[in-house]
């Protein structure tokens, strides 16, 4: 096996202006020397020249003995989540190759800073539960504003389509319809039967006096003669 193959790694880490072959995976690169930071404490600033030669930025826990193929350490960053976190360069025909090779010690690769990424999250997070809270507060609202708005105000609102607008359902239209209607018919029948009851005095007795029998005979017609 030729040397520049079976030192792959150690050609791109210590030699990386070389074109190196390998026949085992049928690839031909041209290697690039990678960037280096420009010295300003803290700024994680490359010069440029990341951007110039191709060289792509991951973010990871890894140490820096799972870097390969060229990958360097362009800046570090606070800890997270315990592990001191890391932005490196990686060749972009290796950035694949390295992020697995540090998930092989159970670290992390991201594209992006995960720390922003942490922090933008908690902030939509934030956001959609502020965003619950005024619907439930508007919902609670328009069902009470339900029980009490007159036929022509829920017709109003349905016409315009702004049923869900007010944190409504047509459902809850329905149902309050229903409620309406359930109360309705409940006012008629104690109305009904206050009437029935203003007719007579409480305990008294009620005598039939006849009347059906006094018509028929009015008619011409007598008890029993069954014609």
Not at 28 to 54: C, E, K, N
Not at 77 to 106: E, F, T, V
């Amino acid at each position: 096996m030729p040397s520049d193959v079976r030192h792959y790694d150690t050609v791109l880490r210590y030699e990386p202006t070389r074109r190196v072959t390998s026949s085992a995976m049928g690839l031909r690169y041209p290697i690039a020397t990678p960037p280096v930071p420009d010295g300003r404490a803290g700024s994680g600033y490359i010069g440029g020249m990341d951007a110039a030669q191709g060289w792509v930025s991951r973010w990871t826990t890894a140490p820096t003995d799972y870097d390969t193929f060229g990958t360097t350490t362009a800046e570090i960053c606070s800890d997270w989540h315990g592990k001191p976190l890391r932005r490196i360069l990686c060749h972009p025909h290796h950035a694949g190759y390295q992020a697995a090779r540090n998930s092989s010690g159970m670290h992390a690769t991201w594209d992006a800073d995960p720390r922003v990424e942490e922090r933008e999250a908690a902030e939509r997070a934030e956001r959609r539960r502020a965003e619950d809270a005024a619907r439930a507060t508007r919902r609670a609202q328009s069902l009470a504003w339900l029980t009490t708005a007159t036929k022509d105000e829920i017709e109003g609102i349905k016409d315009r389509d702004e049923v869900g607008a007010h944190g409504l359902t047509y459902a809850d239209i329905h149902e309050d319809a229903q409620r309406r209607a359930t109360a309705a018919a409940e006012t008629e029948r104690a109305a009904t039967w206050e009437r029935c009851r203003s007719a007579f005095a409480d305990g008294a007795i009620l005598v039939d006096d006849g009347a059906p029998r006094a018509r028929q005979a009015s008619r011409g017609h007598s008890p029993g003669s069954g014609s």
